[in-house]
Every structure is written in C-alpha cells, then in structure tokens.
C-alpha cells in the first residue's frame, strides 16, 4: 500500500529555533500534501493544503509566516515551524493523496512531536 | 458547512464481542466520500474503511463494516470479533467530490477488554 513517510518523529529545541519536518510519499506521487496538527485527546485540525509547485493554501488563523510550507517535488511536502514558542508544541502530522483518479484517499505520516522548551 | 460528529468520546467492548461506533454529518452534498481512520497509541492514521456515496452497498473489509444510511446522514462502523489490537481513537472523515479537504470529527477512544 501507499506509504508515507515523516521525519523527524520527534523533535525537542529550545525556544527561537526553526525546525524543519519532511513529508515524503515513497512508492507514489502525491500531487497534494495536507498538514496537520492534533493537541491531546483531540481531532486533527488541518493547517494546510499544499499543492505541488504552487503556494500553499492555508486555513483561517494559521499564521503563514510562521508555518512555511513548502512542495516543491512530487513526493516532498515540507513544514518549517519559525521561530518555535513552546505554544508551537504539539503533534503534526502531514498525509498525502496520489495523483489520478479523485476518490483516492489520503495516505497519512507517522506525525511528528514537536516539543518547545 | 460540512460538520462530522462522533457522540461518542469512549467506548469499551469485551475481546471477541461486536461493537459500533456511531458517526453523523451534516452536508447539503450529493457525491462525497466518507472514511474510518483508526489512529493508535502510536499515533500513525491509518484507513480503516472508505464508503462513496453514490453506492447503496455497505462496504466491508473483514472485520470492519459501515452502516451507511445517506438520507440520515449516518456512517457507523461496526468492528466484529474485536481484538486487542483494535483499541485506538477512530475518526470518522467526510470529503466532498473534488475536493481536497478531508473534515474529521472529534474521534471515538474504543477499549478493549481481555
């Protein structure tokens, strides 16, 4: 099946730093990639959509400046979390749709924990 | 908008027995998707069962099944001869025909008991 892959799984940094999570869709090409983030015991909130080379498009109160979105291959999507405040910690998660046909589910990453000190 | 409820936040069922998890939604949509994902302690998503609209048929997938009823705008999923490994969030999910986003509802925690 369709495996997506995200990395780090796990990233603690002290407050200031800029971290970069990859999402990368290893046996198919993923036109479009979804960023999530999930707080505990909840849903998945979406952040934004990403289409592969054009601008992101971002859901309503999520900063642009400060979640960086960035699609630039076919099986690449990445989300750079500027200047992290411990606020910024939490789960993210991105998935992936395959190109073709439109009933195509999405495909999610294993997330990443993101941990602001 | 397109809203998804799942009025359960827990539920428990006893190794072996049957259990379903009840998901609602609310959209003015013909054609759409609706999707089980099932998210463990590990916290990866992953597909459980997917349902289009358009077709009358319940879909299966050995253990799993929906109760799709399109006029109630119901998808509930039933999980037979549950198993240890069954225990997880699960998220009912609605996507409209072409469209990209996928709406979650709030997630169901199922236990289960040895």
């Known amino acids: 099946g369709a495996v997506v892959s995200q990395h780090p799984s796990r990233v603690i940094c002290k407050s200031g730093t800029s971290v970069k999570i990859e999402c990368r869709s290893l046996d198919f090409q993923a036109t479009t990639m979804f960023w999530y983030r999930q707080f505990p015991k909840q849903s998945l909130m979406l952040m934004a959509t990403?289409?592969?080379?054009?601008?992101?498009?971002?859901e309503q109160g999520v900063e642009k400046d400060k979640f960086l979105i960035n699609h630039a291959s076919l099986t690449l999507s990445t989300l750079t979390v500027t200047s992290a405040h411990p606020e910024d910690s939490s789960f993210y998660i991105c998935?992936?749709?395959?190109?073709?046909?439109?009933?195509?589910?999405?495909?999610f990453g294993d997330g990443t924990r993101l941990s602001i000190l | 908008a397109q809203t998804v409820t799942q009025s359960q936040p827990e539920m428990s069922v006893q190794e072996a027995e049957t259990v379903t998890l009840s998901c609602t939604y609310d959209t003015s949509e013909s054609d759409y998707y609706l999707f089980w994902y099932k998210q463990p302690p590990s916290r990866q998503m992953i597909l459980v069962i997917r349902q289009e609209a358009y077709k009358q048929q319940n879909a299966t997938e050995n253990r799993f099944s929906v109760n799709f009823q399109k006029a109630a705008k119901s998808f509930s999923l039933k999980i037979s001869d549950s198993q240890l490994g069954d225990a997880a969030m699960y998220f009912c999910a609605y996507r409209i025909q072409g469209a990209q986003k996928l709406v979650f509802g709030q997630g169901t925690r199922l236990t289960i008991n040895p």
């Open positions: 990403s289409n592969e080379g054009s601008k992101a498009t971002y």
């Open positions: 998935s992936a749709r395959g190109t073709g046909l439109t009933n195509q589910p999405q495909h």
